[in-house]
């Protein structure tokens, strides 16, 4: 059965008060891999964001888009700080739960903002939502589409994991299947699960920094900060006027 099964997920943490050990988002990858995660992370403070997300949010100061906000785990921190904040999702229930936690949330996707939104002068793909650039195909689309809501030197700030930085053999041979398709190698074509309920198939892109790199270089954006930790890491890029 199809449906927004990673809103009921937050639905259910959310009526819980973002308590661990409650809901569980389940991740099914193509090749029959499945992951499951906490959904109490999607509701998670400052203080347990990774460190290098934590570095390049300081100073944001002006309007905020948070794309691929879920919850609000970013936006609603920023909202309480006082900042001018629109959340953007493609998930209604996650919609909702966002804007049961103060921020101004709306529907809507990487590729196609809401109409209306205005203009922005810090743009967020954090939570690993560099992963919302999708493909080789429909990166570009995505940082065309926020540039064009973003002022001139407003930034763009994304966090993800190097896909390489592993040992798995799972992950090692998904990368092989990848290259045999013709795809990036941490392209995951992906499904979130709630018992029978299931969202539409989607890919969702993971990134070494000489790809993003790659990615980002045809586009009016330009890396001006990189920020590291372990196998993750969070970058700031600039538009350029």
């Known amino acids: 059965m199809t449906g927004d099964a990673f809103g009921r ?21 193509d090749d029959g891999h499945i992951g499951v995660h906490d959904a109490a992370a999607y509701f998670s403070g400052r203080d347990e964001w990774p460190e290098p997300e934590r570095r390049v949010c300081a100073g944001l100061a002006g309007r905020v888009l948070d794309v691929g906000c879920g919850a609000g785990r970013h936006a609603a921190v920023l909202a309480a700080d006082g900042l001018d904040v629109v959340g953007v999702d493609t998930s209604p229930g996650a919609v909702a ?63 993800g994991l190097d896909p ?24 995951c074509r992906i499904r979130l699960r709630d018992g029978r309920l299931a969202t539409e198939w989607f890919d969702y892109l993971f990134l070494s920094e000489p790809e993003l790199r790659a990615v980002v270089d045809p586009s009016p954006w330009r890396a001006t900060r990189w920020e590291r930790e372990g196998h993750g890491y969070a970058v700031e890029l600039t538009l350029v006027p």
């Open 97 to 159: 739960v966002a804007r049961a936690r103060g921020v101004d949330a709306r529907a809507g996707s990487a590729t196609a903002l809401p109409g209306g939104v205005g203009t922005f002068d810090a743009v967020l793909l954090l939570g690993n939502n560099v992963g919302l650039l999708g493909s080789a195909a429909t990166a570009p689309v995505v940082l065309a589409e926020l540039a064009r809501v973003t002022a001139p030197g407003g930034r763009l700030l994304l966090s």
């Open 9 to 29: 997920v937050l639905e259910r943490c959310h009526a819980a008060a973002g308590r661990p050990g409650v809901a569980f988002a389940v991740v099914e990858r």
């Open 164 to 187: 390489f930085d592993t040992d798995d053999p799972e992950h090692l041979d998904y990368h092989g299947w990848n290259r045999e398709r013709g795809r990036l190698p941490g392209q």
